[in-house]
Every structure is written in C-alpha cells, then in structure tokens.
C-alpha cells in the first residue's frame, strides 16, 4: 500500500514558477552606460585608421591591445561561455575565478547576467522568447534587416533583465560568481584603465597612455564586442548548416578566428555542451584548444569532447551532385 503524506495547512500554496524578466529593471543610468560602452568604441574604430596612418600607432600599442583582447575573448568563449554556461568541463576553483575575471575585462555583463542571458537564448533560440534572434521581425527583407541590427546590439537597450533566479540558479548560489557579479564594475574601470596606464608606463609619456587607452581599450573593446554580438546576428542568418539544430544557426567560417571557435555556431546549437564547437576538418578552435591545454595542466577535469557517434547521428546530409 502506498502512504501519500498530506499537505500541512501551514505549508502553503504550492511555489510559482519564476517569470522570465527579472522584476529588477535596468535603470536609466545602466541605459546610458550601454549606449557609451556600445557608441565609443564605434567611433573609435572608425576613427582607427587615419589614427594609425599619421602618428596614433606603436608596438606597445599593438602589445597591449593583442594581449587584453586575447585575454578578456578567451574569458568570454572558454569562461563565461563553454564553462560557466554549459558545464563544457570543470575547473579547480583558482581557474574558475581567472575565468570569470577575463570574462568581465570583456565589458559584456557580469558573468551572472552573461549565463542567464545565454541560456535563456538556448531555450527559445531563434522562437518567441530569444532575447536577440534577428529573425524577430519576420523573414523578409526589411524585416530581416531590422532583426539583424536588433540581434547585433539593439537588444542590450531593452530595459527587462533575464530572470537569473530562473536561468542561473546555480551561479546564484555559487559565493565566488556572486563576489565577481558585485565587482563588475571595478572589473569594467580596470579593463578601461590598465591599457592606459600600461601605455604610460611602457613608453613612460603621456603620449603613450593616450593611445593605449585608444588602441588597448576603445578599439579593443569595440571589435571584441561586434565580434561577440556576430555571433548573435550573423551566425543565426548566413553560413553553413552541417548539423541537424531546431533553430537557425549556421558556420560562419571567417569569424573563426577572431571569434576563438564561437562561430562554428552550428554545432554548439546542435551539441551545446560540447567543449569544441569547430569539430570539422579544417574548423580551427582556438577556445577548444585551450581546454585542452587547461586539461593537460590538471586544471580542468570531465571535459565533453566531441562524441564521434553523436556526431554522425546529428550531421546533416548534402544532396550529391548527378
């Protein structure tokens, strides 16, 4: 005989699922700050060329940008994305906390509000829901158009925040994470900051701190965010479709490298904890390659590297030709 426990009357009504928005809402303050993190670095790209080609570019410039945009990208792809979203492996926690640090150099988000974003994607990709699928509008011309630029940054002005609660209940919980989403802010400053002050110091002139802070931050920050949001917009309407997915991400081969491997989007979407997302010959993976340099170090561990079954199950099969 099976014994069902009956409800205490003290015990309440029964939990309500949490909603989607998070009723915190971005503040008119966090709207502007978007608007100059997305509007300050376009100009200073536009601005970069003829800055170099008179007197605005020096190998310490160079230096110092390289190094910040392989540092905070790989924080984003390897960190905030592949370990901090999908569980793509395990990291020992000094790892962990130099992830999620790289990550937040990026300007993106907190690493809190970057997974719960993400995942809330992965749920509805391309479908009602998708926080930035540029097929929002429709399919045609100008409908698609609009969407890719909605896609590419005009989400980031909506003023309703992704429930973290709901996508990120576990990175809530986590004290670590939850110290990295409080310092934010400083990290963001720091990011700005440091190439400046490094200019300085490498070149020890004034010069020199302002055109660190141009290359190693304006310029840095700009092209490490369009190349992010690409993924969003491009990634989602124009490529290559290698395996089966219920949504519309494609290969992007060109965006590869400066994308470390996100942009073999078509996969991840297919295969989202899968810790290398360019599996192809010839899909080179600079995140993947990484983990596993990480794991060979005993700084990773369960990584989830590509399955040759799955694989095969999932790819898609081209017509051939008669």
Same mark, same amino acid.
């Given at each position: ?9 003290? *015990? ?18 966090? @709207? ?30 160079v230096l110092i ?10 924080g984003v792809t ?12 395990? *990291? ?6 130099? @992830?999620?640090?790289? %990550? ?10 970057? #997974? *719960? ?33 909605? *896609? ?19 990175? !809530?919980?986590?004290?670590? #994470? ?7 802010? !400083? ?18 002139? @004034? ?35 290698? +395996? ?7 290969? #992007? ?28 010959? %010839? ?10 340099? +990480? ?7 369960? #990584? ?19």
């Open positions: 005989m099976t014994v069902v426990a009956e409800r205490s009357p003290s *015990a309440g009504p029964n939990p309500q699922p949490k909603p989607d928005i998070d009723p915190e809402r971005k503040t008119r303050g966090e @709207l502007v700050t978007f608007g100059v993190v997305v509007a300050a670095p376009l100009i200073a790209i536009a601005a970069a060329v003829p800055f170099a080609w008179g007197w605005g570019l020096g190998w310490s410039d940008a390289v190094v910040f945009y392989v540092v905070s990208g790989l390897v960190g905030l994305h592949r370990h901090f979203t999908h569980g793509s492996f395990k *990291a020992k926690r000094p790892l962990r906390i130099a @992830l999620g640090i790289a %990550g937040s150099l990026s300007l993106e988000m907190s690493v809190l509000d970057w #997974v *719960a974003t993400h995942r809330k994607h992965h749920k509805f990709s391309d479908k009602e829901g998708d926080p930035h699928s540029p097929w929002r509008f429709g399919s045609g011309f100008r409908a698609l158009s609009k969407g890719l630029l909605y *896609a590419h940054m005009g989400w980031l002005f909506e003023a309703e925040r992704t429930n973290r609660e709901k996508y990120a209940p576990d990175l !809530v919980k986590d004290p670590d #994470v939850q110290k990295l989403h409080a310092w934010f802010p !400083v990290l963001a400053i720091t990011s700005v900051a440091l190439p400046a002050v490094l200019g300085g110091l490498l070149t020890w002139s @004034l010069w020199g701190a302002v055109t660190g802070f141009f290359w190693g931050s304006l310029v840095r920050i700009g092209l490490l965010h369009h190349v992010t949001w690409s993924i969003n917009s491009i990634c989602h309407v124009f490529g290559e479709e290698d +395996f089966e997915v219920r949504d519309k991400s494609r290969n #992007v081969w060109w965006l590869a490298i400066p994308s470390f491997g996100e942009s073999w989007h078509n996969l991840h979407h297919s295969d989202p904890t899968c810790a290398r997302h360019g599996v192809l010959k %010839g899909q080179i993976d600079l995140s993947a390659g990484l983990i596993r340099w +990480f794991e060979k170090a005993g700084w990773a561990s369960d #990584v989830r590297w590509p399955n040759p079954e799955r694989l095969a199950a999932r790819r898609v099969e081209r017509p051939t030709a008669v």
